[in-house]
């Protein structure tokens, strides 16, 4: 594909095939992505409907950064062979013909010694060879295209380029056709028009063998070799071979080879690769390492757990790729327009030729010819469907160098909407490993009693809180019964029996649906609350004996990011299960002036649609289970990595680290890509509606000016590199330290 005219072709021909639900076709990778209803839709069936439609393609059986970027670099330096090959024959054509308009001497040494009719002959032969040669493609390509009434960038270069060429064969071999007045011969215009035109493909090749250099930065990151434990000894082997269960040794300052676990030894791992945090980890035996990132100064020996295509930086490069084959909503309004683009062009170039044929002044036919080639050539869309594609490459790949993950690469426009973000509390704005602060009991209670019974109950569960008082009970040395009969209630609490007596555990909500009376309570539970501390209570046999308090310490990072996002306009709210009280202290604490507390699991959907009232987009963060539903409800659902799997899955972008200063990059990245897409469509079309009436002629009638087909050609080559180059800016973009 050579322009948006050929994604708009590309897209309606893989469309019209029943069955296929959504299509997304990118010009910068010349890829297209199809959602299909159903199996009986085959890769092969929807490349064949491509191939037909003048654009021959071929199945992704398996991506490869490595493959792509081959195919890049041997298509860039096709391009560079064809281009030297069309410069080295249009040169003397130029010298011949420009040559006696900028030196009149010349021009007289030209006619007295080869003769003017052999030095148009010369022209046309090296013209010939020109587009015969490097410039057949826009034949190959353009001319079938316009006899299926579908023209696109190729179709207008092979009118323009035919036209100048056809024209001055007349002129040199049936001159008796042509006035007198007009016989002039323009084969140095359709030889540059090629010279360019494939220097501009050719540099703009190369600029967008750029825009995937930081997924192939991350790979390069990947080791080649891992040592291997073997029966025999450790073995030297390639990475590819390595599987689950594998054991591999490690030795200072080498890469980890693959997703694993230490067996033996500890150290401290750079994971800036993944996370983008800069602080090495420390790792010990048990501990998960990620393969690509660095370790430190100790041996290991680790278990491989995940290689190859399964492997956690595989997954980013996935994500990556899926997010930079994405359709943004704004890319819509550009393939309506160049759907019609290219036939309106065309009608144009026809209407310049008649008006100067009409209107002009002599020579009429030379002056018309040159008008109307320039519009053909000036117009070419490449610039248009570049805008957006290349701009969503770069910001992408350089947010997954930030570790940021844009799984889908719409949420880059959406993201940059957003005027509200809430946040989970838990495991969010604060660390997620609660800590239990206070156990107060009541008057004449044994607080170890209460502590064994409340402790072996919440042994039985998986949540923080409950995590939290075990390991405050081992503390104390606590020795734990066997508990029974224990039943959750979600986002209430939990209660079940130990040495025949029913234990009770949860909410003032809780103790209120089974009847039971928290009275004597409620002076220490609003000093407890103020403090931001999390408050519940134990029963035993239906009777309140104690009052609990846990914390969860506020990441360091939370009040500064919630700063910075005030100060880029954005509102921010938290949405989390603690008694309003407690949660409006931490709202007070980190800066967060709207806070829904009190909220069940499921709630949260039912919380966003409220806050959604008052807002244009929202975007909610968070990290746990009970998290899905609102990441997946949201506009924007941003994940954070160190969250669960299915967290992850439901969130449209992804944190790799429990930063929120991911917060901020995500957001500024999007900002970035949006303000980056509206330059560059604001210069591909304006580009466009400025040069197509000066191509036209609009500046002759005062000036005298008319453009020549040759300026036009290059200043859309131009156009073209604007853009991208435009594009690979964002590459310069920082991480987020507010």
Known sequence: MTCASCVGRVDRALAAIQGVRRVAVNLATEEATVDVANAQVTGQQLAQAVTGAGYPAQVIEERSIVDQQVKQQDRAKDLAKRTAFAVVLALPVVVLEMGGHLVPAFHHFIDGTIGMQTSWALQAVLTTLILAGPGRQFYAIGLPALIKRAPDMNSLVAIGTGAAYFFSLCVLLLPEVVPAQAQAVYFEAAAVIVVFILLGRWLEARAKGH????????????????????????????????????????????RVPADAIITEGTTHVDESMITGEPMPVEKAIGDAVTGGTVNGFGSLTLRVEHAGSDSVLSGIVRMVQEAQGAKLPIQGLVDRITLWFVPVVLAIATLTVLLWILLGPAPVVSHALVAGVAVLIIACPCAMGLATPTSIMVATGRAAELGVLFRKGDALQTLADVDLVA???????????????????????????????????????????????????????????????????????????????TVLIGSDRLMATHGLDVTGFEHDMAGLMAQGKTVFFAAIDSDVVAMIAVSDRIKPEAARVIAALTDLGVETAMITGDKNTTAQAVGREIGITTVVAEVL??????????????????????????????????????????????????????????????????????????????????????????????????????????????????????????????????????????
Request: proline share 3%; net charge neutral; no cysteine.
């Open 211 to 254: 825009t995937g250099v930081a997924i192939r930065s991350l790979l390069d990151l990947q080791p080649k070799t891992a040592r291997l434990q073997t029966t025999a000894g450790p073995q030297t082997v390639a990475i590819e071979t390595l599987k689950a269960g594998d054991i591999v040794l490690l030795h200072p300052g080498e």
């Open 423 to 501: 946040f989970d509390k838990t495991g969010t704005l604060t660390v997620g490993r609660p800590e239990m602060t206070d156990l107060i009991v009541r008057s004449g209670v044994d607080r170890a009693t209460v502590l064994t019974l409340v402790a072996s109950v919440e042994s039985r569960a998986e949540h923080p809180v409950a995590k939290a008082i075990v390991e405050a009970a081992n503390r104390d040395e606590v020795v734990l019964k066997s508990a029974s009969h224990t039943v959750a209630h979600s986002g209430l609490g939990i209660e079940g029996r130990v040495d025949g007596e």
């Open 601 to 738: 699991p499921g709630e949260k959907v039912r919380a966003l649609e409220t806050l959604r009232g008052t807002h244009d987009k929202i975007a909610f963060v968070g990290d746990g289970i009970n998290d899905a539903p609102a990441l997946a409800f949201s506009d924007v659902g941003v994940a954070i990595g160190t969250g669960t799997d299915i967290a992850i899955e439901a969130a449209d972008v992804v944190l790799m680290s429990g930063n929120l200063n991911g917060v901020l990059s995500a957001m500024s990245t999007a900002r970035a890509a949006m303000r980056n897409i509206k330059q560059n469509l604001f210069w591909a079309f304006g580009y466009n509606v400025a040069l197509i009436p000066i191509a036209a002629g609009a500046l002759f009638a005062s000036f005298g000016l008319l453009l020549s087909p040759q300026l036009a050609a290059g200043a859309m080559a131009l156009s073209s590199l604007f853009v991208v180059g435009n594009a690979l800016r964002l590459r310069g973009l920082n991480r987020s330290k507010s």
